[in-house]
């Protein structure tokens, strides 16, 4: 009896004698009101924004490793061409014709193609790539650097012959400088006459500055920009 009584609570005072339950008292749980609801959503935007900024920043900056990486390696191989060859043909080298004429400074008239190239003179003005002289780019040997695609193969065209490395042109500067200073640029015709102590040096005798650039040019760029340049000093 005494433990039904501790079950029931005010049974006495209740209608008909049912007993009546009370709710334990405690904390009472609200919803959020629209104020916090919406400062929840600023701040998780806010949050997410965030996150897409540095994935872009991310995506940008790898995409410029890797290009930066590529122009590296174009201009490196092209340097490798060059740099092994005399400046001027060994055949008939940097001379005056009868008419005083300079001769030999670029490619010679059986010089077609890049692998024909023997001396350095003959690269000046080259350009390999979209819109150059010479398809390209082009490796140490001047074969061309083909397109790779998703699956890890050259890309080819409708012949079957490999599409070029797309939006890379490299190009070539040949100067002729003055032995004692090299930013000084000289004509291919320059010849320094014996002046004192200082002997004469003949047209062929000048070192050579060459400069390799490499530029890209991506689907939706205006126009090309410079990634890379090597320049080196051909004695």
């Known amino acids: 009896m005494r433990a039904r009584q501790l079950t029931a609570s005010g049974s006495q005072g209740a209608p008909g004698g049912a007993a009546r339950f009370t709710r334990p008292r405690g904390r009472v749980r609200r919803a959020f009101t629209l104020l916090e609801a919406a400062l929840a959503t600023v701040i998780i935007g806010v949050g997410v924004l965030a996150l897409i ?14 290009q930066n990486a590529t122009a590296t390696y174009l201009c490196n191989e092209l340097r490798e061409r060059i740099r092994s060859m005399p400046r001027h043909d060994p055949v008939s080298g940097l001379y005056f014709d009868a008419s005083n004429v300079i001769r030999g400074w670029g490619p010679e008239s059986n010089e077609t193609t890049p692998v024909d190239f023997d001396d350095c003179d003959d690269f000046d003005g080259a350009s390999f790539g979209a819109g150059g002289t010479f398809p390209g780019p082009v490796d140490a040997q001047c074969r061309l650097i083909p397109r790779i695609g ?4 050259p890309v080819v065209n409708a012949e079957g012959g490999s599409l070029p490395l797309e939006g890379w042109t490299q190009t070539v500067a040949v100067s002729k400088v003055d032995p004692f200073n090299f930013a000084t640029v000289r004509a291919s015709s320059y ?5 004192g102590s200082t002997p004469a040096l003949a047209v062929d005798r000048f070192p050579l ?9 991506g689907p939706h760029d205006p126009s090309r920009r410079e990634m890379a340049r090597v320049t080196w000093i051909q004695p």
């Open 53 to 66: 900024q540095a994935q872009a920043t991310f995506v940008t900056t790898n995409e410029w490793s890797t």
């Open 209 to 217: 500055r060459i400069t390799v650039t490499a530029w890209f040019q």
């Open 150 to 153: 998703l699956n890890g193969q």
């Open 191 to 195: 010849v320094r006459a014996a002046s």
